[in-house]
């Protein structure tokens, strides 16, 4: 995907989130390898809201990674709509945001 002016246009992924530590790393994986395969220019924004299962830590460790994710947290749970409006708001290109952070099979 390229913009008027033939540079590649930036895709945003929202990721809301809650408690969903056991399915962050595979997802975060997929989208880069993904991006990497077909030469996306992309930035994942992880949303989460108040999780108690150590998603934040994760969160953060991948954006200390990898400078194209990146994390916003809520201190507690406001729900679904409320992280999904926030990542919308905070992101830098075109996207949207997936249904949650289910990983359910290979993107391709």
Request: aromatic share 6%; with cysteine.
């Amino acid at each position: 995907m390229e913009s008027k002016l033939g540079k590649p246009e930036l895709i945003s992924i929202v990721v809301p989130l809650l408690n969903e530590s056991e399915s962050l790393e595979e997802l975060a994986n997929a989208l880069l390898t993904v991006a990497a395969t077909h030469g996306l220019y992309l930035e994942v924004i992880f949303v989460d809201d108040g999780s108690r299962d150590g998603s934040w830590d994760k969160i953060r460790r991948f954006a200390t990674a990898d400078p194209r994710i990146r994390g916003i947290r809520f201190r507690r749970n406001f729900g679904k709509a409320a992280r999904t409006r926030r990542g919308v708001r905070c992101r830098a290109g075109a996207g949207g945001a997936p249904d949650g952070c289910r990983f359910a099979g290979r993107p391709r």
